[in-house]
């Protein structure tokens, strides 16, 4: 998402036990498809075949909520991406305060 930031992490941690790290990354994409394929390109960048935490990144609108999170949309990816086991943890990131708040299960 950062340039190239995740080809440097990648070359950074050859030949360090995969599991002293915990790697997270980050999409912006909404459905289901473009965060599969993002995710490939991310497993692949940072050379590892699985990504400890990876967040639904800058949801900030009603509007992208709804895409993100409903049918097709970016979480179904990431659902699918934890239980392949690829992914471990989601996670969720939003520059709009109201916007998460309203959508942190307690809203």
């Given at each position: 998402?950062?340039?190239?930031?995740?080809?440097?992490?990648?070359?950074?941690?050859?030949?360090?036990q995969?599991?002293e790290?915990?790697?997270?990354t980050?999409?912006?994409a909404?459905?289901?498809?473009?965060?599969?394929?993002?995710?490939?390109?991310?497993?692949?960048?940072?050379?590892t075949?699985?990504?400890?935490?990876?967040q639904?990144?800058?949801?900030?609108?009603?509007?992208?909520?709804?895409?993100?999170?409903?049918?097709?949309?970016?979480?179904?990816?990431?659902?699918?991406?934890?239980?392949e086991?690829?992914?471990?943890?989601?996670?969720?990131s939003s520059?709009?305060?109201?916007?998460?708040k309203?959508?942190?299960?307690?809203?």
């Amino acid at each position: 998402m950062y340039g190239d930031s995740e080809e440097k992490i990648g070359n950074a941690i050859q030949g360090i036990q995969r599991e002293e790290l915990v790697l997270a990354t980050k999409s912006t994409a909404l459905d289901k498809d473009t965060f599969l394929k993002q995710l490939d390109v991310s497993l692949k960048r940072l050379s590892t075949p699985y990504i400890d935490i990876f967040q639904l990144h800058n949801v900030n609108s009603e509007e992208a909520m709804k895409k993100a999170m409903g049918p097709g949309g970016a979480m179904e990816g990431l659902t699918q991406a934890i239980r392949e086991g690829r992914v471990r943890h989601p996670g969720f990131s939003s520059h709009n305060l109201s916007i998460a708040k309203k959508n942190d299960g307690n809203g």
